[in-house]
């Protein structure tokens, strides 16, 4: 009689368990089903319905679905590649033909299928302009010129048109903020021409079409960054100002990372970030060497004598540095010297700082 009761417990308990078993299998089954439910259907929809900044896709002959679906991933003008391949599919959509095409983040995925369908011709281009890392609106605004023909004073009266730059706020409102407004700003536009390549189908393009190229271009890179700029509360004024900072104290050889951390380190401690690239910017011209009476020029710019970040950027920053200056590397570092060798030389105290400049400064 024991044995039977024991039996029917066991027999029970086991009911138990394997009921237990299958219910939470079926919640993870559910659960898992509805995540990709709703994954799915996240992923259909446009990246950003407010966001219409203009993204250049190109699209070479021969390629893939696959191939396709990447690009416009990378480009961030679909959330999802595996997603867009699989909907392709079950729609039975084909055809896609190469060509030069113009998107933005709030197309759905059926907008930008019909538009990858229609086949614009691949026009040989007729004007090619490349901006290098680190350089200066008005470098900027004299290549455009070497390139294009028009004066440099032209080039630099559009990009500093108030008009025109009110314009461009409303259109790259991702990008483009009243900060460039403000009045201790020398140039708006600096900082905002993101350096890359840039190929036109004109010989002679309006200066305006030049501008905006490197504008929409800036607009696609800090978007990347979107969810990191967030999270560290910065504005894309912020972030570029601080990209710059880096960028022109950047070498070949150095981390631009441990230079950000330098940099945010002192401001931490309420240190002025005593950068000699602010006080050039300042001054206005090119030198060599930064001398002791160079750190006295009365400019917003000079962080010899403000503290905090300038009111805007210096120079238009590479990707690297707009990285550096949101994932600064952990360090106890408060200050660095470039060498005539080209080494970055980090240090934690001025003491060390100081003799390191004796040693390699001192002797020139």
């Keep these: 009689m024991q044995y039977n009761q024991f039996f029917q417990k066991d027999v029970q308990i086991v009911r138990k368990v394997v009921f237990i078993v299958c219910t939470v299998m079926l919640i993870g089954f559910i659960t898992i089903l509805a995540g990709s439910y709703l994954y799915i259907k996240s992923a259909l929809k446009p990246v950003n319905p407010k966001d219409r900044t203009a993204v250049h896709v190109s699209i070479p002959i021969g390629s893939s679905v696959n191939d396709i679906a990447a690009t416009l991933e990378k480009k961030h003008l679909i959330k999802s590649a595996t997603v867009f391949r699989y909907y392709v599919k079950f729609k039975n959509h084909a055809d896609f033909q190469a060509g030069e095409y113009e998107l933005n983040r709030a197309m759905s995925l059926e907008d930008i299928i019909a538009t990858l369908k229609t086949g614009k011709v691949m026009e040989k281009m007729k004007l090619k302009i490349t901006i290098p890392e680190g350089k200066q609106l008005t470098q900027i605004a004299e290549i455009i010129a070497k390139k294009t023909g028009y004066k440099q004073e032209d080039v630099m009266k559009q990009l500093n048109d108030r008009r025109y730059i009110q314009q461009l706020i409303q259109k790259y409102p991702t990008v483009l903020s009243k900060d460039i407004l403000n009045q201790n700003i020398r140039y708006p536009l600096e900082g905002y021409l993101f350096p890359a390549t840039y190929s036109f189908k004109e010989k002679k393009p309006p200066i305006s079409t030049i501008i905006?190229?490197?504008?929409?271009?800036?607009?696609?890179?800090?978007?990347?960054?979107?969810?990191?700029?967030?999270?560290?509360?910065?504005?894309?004024?912020?972030?570029?100002?601080?990209?710059?900072?880096?960028?022109?104290?950047?070498t070949e050889k150095v981390q631009r990372k441990k230079i950000a951390s330098v940099f945010y380190n002192r401001l931490r401690v309420g240190m002025p970030l005593q950068t000699d690239p602010t006080v050039l910017y300042a001054l206005g011209k090119h030198k060599e060497r930064v001398y002791y009476e160079d750190l006295k020029v009365n400019s917003p710019y000079n962080t010899y004598i403000h503290k905090g970040l300038p009111p805007g950027p210096i120079a238009n920053a590479g990707e690297m540095s707009i990285q550096a200056a949101l994932q600064p590397a952990q360090t106890d570092y408060l200050y660095f010297l470039a060498t005539p060798a080209g080494e970055v030389i980090f240090t934690k105290t001025l003491e060390e700082h100081n003799r390191e400049k004796e040693k390699h400064i001192g002797k020139q």
Excluded: D, Q, W
Excluded at 217 to 222: D, L, R, S
């Design 212 to 250: 905006e190229a490197m504008i929409a271009k800036t607009a696609e890179i800090v978007a990347k960054y979107e969810g990191e700029m967030k999270e560290k509360e910065f504005t894309p004024h912020r972030l570029l100002t601080m990209a710059s900072l880096i960028e022109e104290e950047a």
